[in-house]
């Protein structure tokens, strides 16, 4: 089972659209049994993906002993599972600090054996929640929009965690008619380049991925690369 984290100490970066599109990347195009955990109380993930029915024990996962298994639910996509979030995971890091139990999140993921692929949609912050999710990955995928704002936010993030997890940054809301963006990416030419695309705003205002929506456009495109990098770094 590889585990996939989408992190940032930085909001409003696209973590949630990646882990959607990838999360059904790896269920529809490699086959693999995979499993998308929200961890973000905001649940932007498990309200595009799940049922729409209420939810209120995300939380107990951590601190009454709750098996993961037992909150796992199906999506409308073959092979791809949610572990959805709710409200009650505002309070985690106070959780987790008061648990003590380093590695809660890395023992709660070894219990979703039956998955292939475990993807993490991570909330914000250098956090008790992003301690364990570093202690828990086998990879960190880091939404970096070309801006100096989200750049040094991954230079704090690569600061803060460099060595203790691979990590693989990745250029989002790209638009290469800007400068600023062209720059950027010629910097760091090897990072893979998620483009800015109103074919993935449709997408989630139809609550879908990429590839159901828009499977012919640049951005589907960009996402099944990125996780065939993904994949390749795995393996």
């Given at each position: 089972?590889?585990?996939?984290?989408?992190?940032?100490?930085?909001?409003?970066?696209?973590?949630?659209?990646?882990?959607?599109?990838?999360?059904?990347?790896?269920?529809?195009?490699?086959?693999?049994?995979?499993?998308?955990?929200?961890?973000?109380?905001?649940?932007?993930?498990?309200?595009?993906?799940?049922?729409?029915?209420?939810?209120?024990?995300?939380?107990?996962?951590?601190?009454?002993?709750?098996?993961?298994?037992?909150?796992?639910?199906?999506?409308?996509?073959?092979?791809?599972?949610?572990?959805?979030?709710?409200?009650?995971?505002?309070?985690?890091?106070?959780?987790?600090?008061?648990?003590?139990?380093?590695?809660?999140?890395?023992?709660?993921?070894?219990?979703?054996?039956?998955?292939?692929?475990?993807?993490?949609d991570?909330?914000?912050?250098?956090?008790?929640?992003?301690?364990?999710?570093?202690?828990?990955?086998?990879?960190?995928?880091v939404?970096?929009?070309?801006?100096?704002?989200?750049?040094?936010?991954?230079?704090?993030?690569?600061?803060?965690?460099?060595?203790?997890?691979?990590?693989l940054?990745?250029?989002?809301?790209?638009?290469?008619?800007?400068?600023?963006?062209?720059?950027?990416?010629?910097?760091?030419?090897?990072?893979?380049?998620?483009?800015?695309?109103?074919?993935?705003?449709?997408?989630?205002?139809?609550?879908?991925?990429?590839?159901?929506?828009?499977?012919?456009?640049?951005?589907?495109?960009?996402?099944?690369?990125?996780?065939?990098?993904?994949?390749?770094?795995?393996?």
């Amino acid at each position: 089972m590889t585990t996939v984290a989408i992190y940032s100490v930085k909001g409003g970066v696209g973590k949630t659209t990646l882990a959607i599109n990838l999360a059904w990347c790896a269920a529809t195009l490699s086959s693999r049994r995979t499993l998308l955990w929200d961890l973000d109380p905001q649940g932007s993930a498990t309200w595009a993906l799940g049922d729409g029915r209420a939810h209120d024990r995300a939380g107990a996962l951590f601190a009454k002993g709750v098996s993961p298994t037992k909150l796992v639910s199906k999506t409308a996509f073959e092979r791809l599972d949610l572990l959805p979030a709710d409200a009650s995971l505002r309070d985690l890091n106070h959780q987790l600090r008061e648990l003590d139990k380093k590695r809660r999140l890395r023992k709660l993921v070894a219990e979703l054996g039956d998955h292939d692929t475990v993807v993490l949609d991570c909330p914000p912050g250098l956090t008790e929640t992003a301690d364990q999710v570093v202690r828990a990955a086998d990879l960190l995928v880091v939404p970096v929009v070309p801006s100096a704002f989200s750049q040094q936010a991954f230079a704090t993030l690569d600061r803060e965690f460099g060595g203790q997890v691979p990590m693989l940054p990745v250029h989002v809301m790209v638009d290469r008619r800007r400068a600023l963006h062209a720059e950027a990416i010629a910097r760091n030419p090897d990072w893979p380049v998620i483009p800015m695309a109103s074919a993935v705003e449709n997408a989630t205002a139809q609550r879908l991925p990429t590839g159901v929506a828009a499977p012919r456009s640049a951005a589907a495109t960009a996402f099944a690369h990125l996780w065939r990098t993904i994949e390749q770094r795995r393996t």
